[in-house]
């Protein structure tokens, strides 16, 4: 039996995985789990799957996940705060750990679970986004294995199972399109928050589903599969495949290419990252060819998806700049889920704090370098100025 932890527990990524425990009890048993400020959630969780410890993100909201489990006759170790998730990571018997936290939370609990040898079920982009330059060199000092947690990636990773050393030749992205993947470019001026949470495949968190319809994801996972794989950014490619079967493709030497399909169902790609290198019999729906119908595929349209090439870019300059994008992406899709700025404006926010960082880029970067990126293309975005009637961007200061 896996002993694993899971980060981020009451989101998409850990609630999922948590279905995953609760139908192997045989083969998987959860040591801690940390979460933000779903504290009903999080109850839930301890009084079914008993883990010894657990870390409540929101310190304020420690009283209230007391008196929810105070008749639990299971009682775990509870932590809060920051340093009280990093505590979870790394704490114990836990062989994996899954980083289901979203955004940059999510690098620092990453290090210390790296840092005490856990294995890593990679579902945080960030980790490697914001924070390669210092956690590839750790991941290798440890000697743990990075497990990508997340379909595309998983499914790379499935398809290079088997191929030689320097048998890869290219990687392909697939990417669903988003919320607007049939919306002509210029109605996208007028979207709403809404709107663009209406995910056509996938049911993710509101940040991924942002990122989504951005295409941002899909540039993030660009620079991500740049560092997962080893792989020049010339020889990673995205194209637009609506029907999400095809979860991602590599071309191998000789121009034979192998993909991964299955339903939408991160359960896939979790499970995947758990059990690697066996593969565990389930009982979910079967992939049926003739149900799926017709496989499409399109080019995608850089002039309704800017973010893309942002993405390229940052990640052909490295350093930093991935952290400032990611920090300015992050910062920018919050605002939008307050109806603060427009969906336009995510793009144009983020290219301005881009190349006002630029002349600042350090591209030997340590921890403390990365955080303080962060920090500061954050800020950036905040320091923004939106017009009161039509949210839409005017100048940073």
Known sequence: MKAITILGSTGSIGTQTLDIVSHNPDKFRVVGLAAGSNVSLLAEQIREFQPEIVALGNQDKLTQLQDAIASCPHQPQILVGSEGICEVARYGDAASVVTGIVGCAGLLPTIAAIEAGKDIALANKETLIAGAPVVLPLVAKHQVKLLPADSEHSAIFQCLQGVPQGGLRRIILTASGGS??????????????????????????????????????????????????????????????????????????????????????????????????????????????????????????????????????????????????????????????????????????????????????????????????????????????????????????
């Open 180 to 397: 607007f993947r049939d919306l002509p470019v210029e109605q996208l001026s007028s979207v709403t928050v809404q709107d663009a949470l209406k995910h056509p495949n996938w049911s993710m968190g509101q940040k991924i589903t942002i990122d989504s319809a951005t295409l941002m994801n899909k540039g993030l996972e660009v620079i991500e599969a740049h560092y997962l794989f080893g792989v020049d950014y010339d020889q990673i490619d995205i194209v637009i495949h609506p029907q999400s079967i095809i979860h991602s493709l590599i071309e191998v030497q000789d121009t034979s290419m192998l993909a991964q399909l299955g339903w939408p169902d991160m359960r896939l790609p979790l499970l995947y990252a758990l059990s690697w290198p066996e593969r565990i019999y389930t009982d979910w729906e079967q992939l049926d060819l003739v149900k799926a119908g017709d496989l499409t595929f399109r080019e995608p349209d850089h002039q309704k998806y800017p973010c893309m090439q942002l993405a390229y870019a940052a990640g052909r300059a490295g350093g930093l700049m991935p952290a400032v994008l990611n920090a300015a992406n992050e910062q920018a899709v919050a605002l939008f889920l307050r109806e603060k700025i427009g969906f336009l404006d995510i793009p144009r926010l983020i290219e301005q704090v881009c190349d006002r960082f630029k002349a600042q880029n350090n591209i030997h970067p340590s921890l403390e370098d990365i955080i303080s990126a962060d920090q500061w293309a954050r800020q950036a975005i905040l320091d923004a100025e939106t017009t009161s009637s039509g949210n839409r961007f005017i100048a940073l200061k």
